[in-house]
């Protein structure tokens, strides 16, 4: 079975300061990480992904994100936040283990506002 | 090159009517996904396409919903004798299943369905 978490509905931050929304995970096996971002009236775009290898994964508009398998953990960061971030992001996971689904759960979003 | 297209962007019905929701995937792609997306809801799977493989429709809520996927390529939504429960927003997604895009979802930009 996998779950996603995404426990804050709402993140508020400053313009230039840093931000991070969280995620927590669950698998049987080993999971595939990703986060989307969705901007109002519009489809999810892919932000970044974590397969293997390095835990820090980075990926467009400057985001990265680590991936922290003792705390089942994979929060979004960024060292600087601008005013265009502000939108919907959405945390999923796969679990690639054995009785593994090729379908990803998507977690309830979380609603990113940065203050000018 | 282009990316996914749904029609229409918006559909206005009565409820007890049937409508269809059209998704284009980026050529190729043969991972073929539908979302439900409601207010504050997250993302709610409904049903995959992986090639000539039978499709997983573990996710339909009723069996009012179903979806076909000609050649391949092209995905319908159909909903029949719609209810007021059904508006949403339908998001379609394609993917190409391969170890270096691995399932990395490519999201169109929906159609919002508001049920009267």
């Known amino acids: 079975a996998q779950s996603v978490a995404q426990p804050e509905d709402q993140v508020n931050v400053a313009e230039g300061n840093p931000l991070t929304v969280k995620c927590t995970y669950s698998?049987?096996?080993?999971?595939?990480l990703f986060w989307y971002v969705q901007y109002p009236n519009r489809g999810l775009q892919f932000l970044l992904k974590?397969?293997?290898?390095?835990?820090l994964v980075k990926g467009s508009y400057g985001f990265e994100a680590e991936f922290n398998k003792s705390q089942t953990s994979f929060h979004l960061k960024k060292p600087s936040a601008l005013v265009s971030d502000s939108a919907l992001y959405f945390c999923?996971?796969?679990?690639?283990?054995?009785?593994?689904?090729?379908?990803?759960?998507f977690g309830r979003g979380t609603s990113l506002i940065v203050h000018p | 090159g282009a990316g996914v297209s749904q029609s229409p962007s918006n559909k206005v019905t009565e409820k007890g009517k049937d409508v269809e929701l059209r998704c284009d995937p980026i050529?190729?792609?043969?991972?073929l996904y539908w979302y439900r997306q409601s207010l504050g809801q997250g993302l709610e799977f409904l049903i995959y396409?992986?090639?000539?493989?039978?499709?997983?429709k573990s996710g339909l809520p009723s069996d009012r919903f179903s979806a076909e996927r000609t050649g391949g390529s092209v995905s319908t939504l159909t909903i029949q004798r719609t209810q007021q429960e059904d508006s949403a927003v339908y998001l379609c997604?394609?993917?190409?299943?391969?170890?270096?895009?691995?399932?990395?979802?490519?999201f169109g930009p929906g159609t919002r369905l508001t049920v009267l």
């Open positions: 698998v049987s096996g080993n999971p595939y």
């Open positions: 999923a996971v796969r679990d690639i283990g054995a009785g593994g689904s090729y379908i990803p759960t």
């Open positions: 974590y397969i293997t290898g390095d835990n």
């Open positions: 396409f992986q090639g000539n493989s039978a499709p997983d």
């Open positions: 997604a394609s993917s190409l299943r391969t170890a270096g895009e691995v399932d990395t979802q490519y």
């Open positions: 050529s190729g792609h043969t991972a």
